[in-house]
Each structure stands twice: as C-alpha cells, then as structure tokens.
C-alpha cells in the first residue's frame, strides 16, 4: 500500500486532482499541492486545510512543513521537466498517477465506474445523485462539478464508490469494479493508442477487470459498446443492457422533449419510473438510464432512484446556462456553455439544442466552436464539419493546442472552409461577431474543451 499520510499533488486545480485531494483531506490526511493558478477550487481546499502553492517551484514539495510521502501527478498532462516532479525522483519520493491514487481511495469499497468515450462525467453525475436520493450516501469523484451541490467529490458513509473510469491513456486498468458501465465506444486519443483497435481494445481489458460476481452495463444503442457485451457474455461475465430497444434491461421509453429538458419512462424489471430530466437530448435520457440500472444493481430502490434523477441539474460546462437577454434586439437570446470536444458530442449536444428550440417555438442555434488539439482536428476534420452543420450558424475559432505544439499550415479553417462557417481567429473579436449574426430568440453555444469556456459571459456582456 502507498503511504497516504502526505501527499503532494501538482495540478491539484485540476477536476480530477481536486476530488481526490478533498476525499485525502476528509480522511484525515496531510495535504499540499500546486497550481498555475489561483481559482475558486483552490480557495476551497485551502479551507479545508491544504497547503497550496500558486506556481511550480521544487520548494513547494515541503510547503505542508515536511517532505510528502508521495507525489502525485497527472502524466498527459504535467510534463517531465516540472520541477517538482524533478525534486520528487531527486529526493526517492513514490511518483504516482491520480488514477493509481484513486484506485487505493477505493480500496475496500464495491466500485462502480463509469467508463466509454463520451458521456462519463454525466453518467456518473446522475448516478450519484441519484444514489444519494437512495440513501446510500456513496463515495464518488466525477471530473466536473454538480450544478446544485458544487462539488466534485465526496467521501460518503455507504459502501460504494462511484468514479469515472478514463480511458485516454488507459488509466481506467488500475480499477477493479464491482459495476462497470461503458456507455460508447468510437475512436479517439489516438495521439496516445496510435489505432483505433488499440483504443477498442483498452475497453476489454477494462471488462476483463470486473470482480467475479460483478456486473457489466453496456448501451445497446451504441454498436461497440453492445458489441463489447456480447463478447464479455461470451465469457462468462453477467452483462446489462440499457437504451430504447425492447429486449433491454433498462427501457426508455415515451421520450419527450420538455422546456426545461425531457421526459420519459424507464422500466427496469417489474418495475418503472417517470421521469422528469431537467437537461436535454435523447443522449442525457440513456445517460440517466445507465444511472438508473447501475443503482438498482448497487440495492437502490428504483422510485427512489427516479426521483433523484429527476433532481439532477446537470455538471459544470455541461450544457450550462449562463444567461439570458430580458429586453431589446436580442430579447430571449440564452447562452449556454458546453464542453463537448469530438464529433460525436458536438452532434449530441446540437441535436439536443434543436430539439429545445423547436420546444420554446422560436429562434435559431448559433454555435460558437472551439477545436481542442491538432491531432484530434487534423483526424476529425470532416466529422467535425458534418456534425456542426446541425446548427443554423456557426463560429470556428483558432485550435485550442492545450498541451500539443501548433502545426504549421493547419488552425480552424480546415474545419470552417468546409461548411462555410464564420472564421474568427482572435478571441477577442468572437463576441461582437456572435453580435452581429444573433437575433432574438436564438440559442448561442459557446464549445469545446479549451478557454472558449470564458467567452460565455463576454457574449452575454456584448449583447446587453
């Protein structure tokens, strides 16, 4: 076992770091970490007690009043010159991932993960509160935050603990779950598998780690990821359907698109549920299935469940509403901000955005687009095109490179000359140009996985 009692987490701002470094704290442990910057996140981790410094220096190591016991740090995403990474193999302190520190968190505890290439950080959302509406109080830690409870993680009083399993550098492999769901299987991260087979094949290896006994929930609406539970039935491994067909063990059935999101019936055995989602898209119902099966699966009473889900109010940049124009030219005109970064999600979400303003009976989508790294924009380029022709008018802006050099000749316009979609490289000219095609009523996206997320109130500002 690592020793926990001291713990140095680089990047602990980070969605993921910040869960586990509260669930540390909870439990009595010693916690100091380091960030780029100061954030509201960081505020309340220091309330809690953490040590944290703004910046990476090697002197942050000790900034708790002694040397941690181990260092923790995100791979992909914290380079290998960091100087407190360099101070940590200098000195012989334990390197671990976040993945391996959350796998000893959940050590003792029936797991239940949440695995698939879209959809994770919804799908455990719903299902821990929807857990919580049971009165099973789990453990959890989802990589955004919940709109009504404000928090990313939490160390519950029950036996479960419910986290997404990452996939995009196979990390997911250091959980043994008791309940593995994996809502879609498609292409992606290939700047780390380097095929789409290998990418495919991550997800097996994950099933394969399901403790005997254990469960596994697959959507049947999804090719791979029902394709993966006939293999896994194949050996023996118990397997659970959800989606719209007959056959499966969790039912949608009568969707609805609401004002505020959809309705709809989930039957699971002898028994159903109505429910009232208070987010939209056909993609949120069959997430919120999955949640649903997952906690019958875990003892919860399935009208407990129902009502739970009902109450979800959705994850930080998940469809979030940041405002609405009252009066003038751009009365009724709502932005909402979305992190949705590959094709398919993009898809999902402007599907989900039609379908609510068919609903509210006026005005248009206007999509403001983001492209998040050059591998993925070069790789998708034309499904990104495909999939941002669903809205009515569309804003590409320059690639969000994150932790990829640029790539000389390539940035939005590959995917923008494609649909004749408006190309605003600067960022600070996105808002008057969203002013200039916005009329009243229209429903604005701001997207993607990278800043475009801070342009969200800018718009807002700009058309008021």
Do not use: W
Request: glycine fraction near 10%; aromatic fraction near 6%; hydrophobic fraction near 45%.
């Amino acid at each position: 076992m690592t020793d926990l009692s001291r713990v140095h987490l680089i990047g602990i701002g980070g969605a993921g770091m910040s869960g586990v470094a509260g669930i540390l704290l909870s439990r009595g442990a010693v916690v100091s970490g380091s960030d780029v910057k100061d954030s509201r996140v960081l505020l309340a981790l220091r309330s809690m007690g953490a040590h944290i410094a703004v910046g990476h220096r090697s002197e942050n190591l000790a900034i708790s009043g002694e040397l941690p016991t181990t260092v923790v740090t995100s791979f992909a995403a914290i380079p290998k010159d960091n100087p407190e990474l360099v101070a940590a193999e200098q000195a012989g302190i334990p390197i671990i991932r976040r993945s391996d520190l959350l796998a000893e968190l959940m050590e003792g505890y029936k797991q239940i993960l949440i695995a698939g290439t879209h959809g994770k950080t919804s799908t455990t959302s719903m299902a821990v509160v929807a857990m919580q509406a049971a009165h099973l109080d789990p453990s959890f830690a989802i990589g955004g935050q919940l709109s009504k409870a404000g928090t990313n993680a939490h160390h519950g009083s029950g036996d479960m603990f419910v986290a997404e399993a990452d996939e995009s550098d196979a990390s997911l492999l250091s959980y043994r779950p008791s309940i593995a769901v994996v809502t879609n299987i498609e292409p992606d991260h290939l700047d780390f598998f380097s095929t789409p087979e290998a990418y495919f094949q991550v997800f097996d290896d994950f099933a394969d780690r399901i403790e005997p006994g254990g469960t596994l929930i697959v959507c049947n609406e999804d090719a791979h990821a029902a394709a993966l539970g006939e293999r896994c039935k194949a050996k023996g491994i118990a397997v659970k359907t959800y989606g719209m067909a007959e056959h499966c063990d969790a039912r949608i059935s009568d969707f609805r698109p609401t004002v505020f999101g959809a309705s709809f019936t989930v039957t699971i055995g002898d028994s159903k549920v109505e429910i009232d989602l208070q987010v939209p898209g056909k993609h949120m119902a069959l997430n919120g299935a999955a949640a649903l099966l997952a906690g019958v699966l875990a003892g919860g009473d399935l009208e407990e469940l129902g009502y739970g889900l009902s109450g979800f109010t959705g994850v930080r940049r998940r469809f979030s509403f940041v405002g609405i124009i009252t009066k003038g030219k751009y009365a009724n005109v709502r932005i909402i901000d979305d992190y949705a970064h590959h094709p398919t999600e993009v898809a999902a979400v402007l599907e989900a955005s039609q379908e609510k303003v068919r609903t509210l009976g006026e005005g248009r989508v206007v999509v403001v687009f983001q492209p998040h790294l050059y591998s993925r924009t070069i790789e998708f380029q034309n499904e990104f095109a495909q999939a941002l022709s669903i809205a009515d008018e569309v804003i590409v802006m320059d690639i969000y490179g994150a932790r990829e050099e640029p790539v000389p000749g390539v940035d939005g316009r590959i995917i923008a000359d494609k649909i004749n979609a408006h190309y605003v490289a600067k960022f600070d000219e996105v808002p008057k140009r969203v002013a200039e095609i916005a009329r009243s009523g229209d429903l604005v996206l701001t997207m993607g996985a990278g800043s475009v997320t801070m342009l969200g109130p800018e718009i807002l500002n700009e058309l008021r």
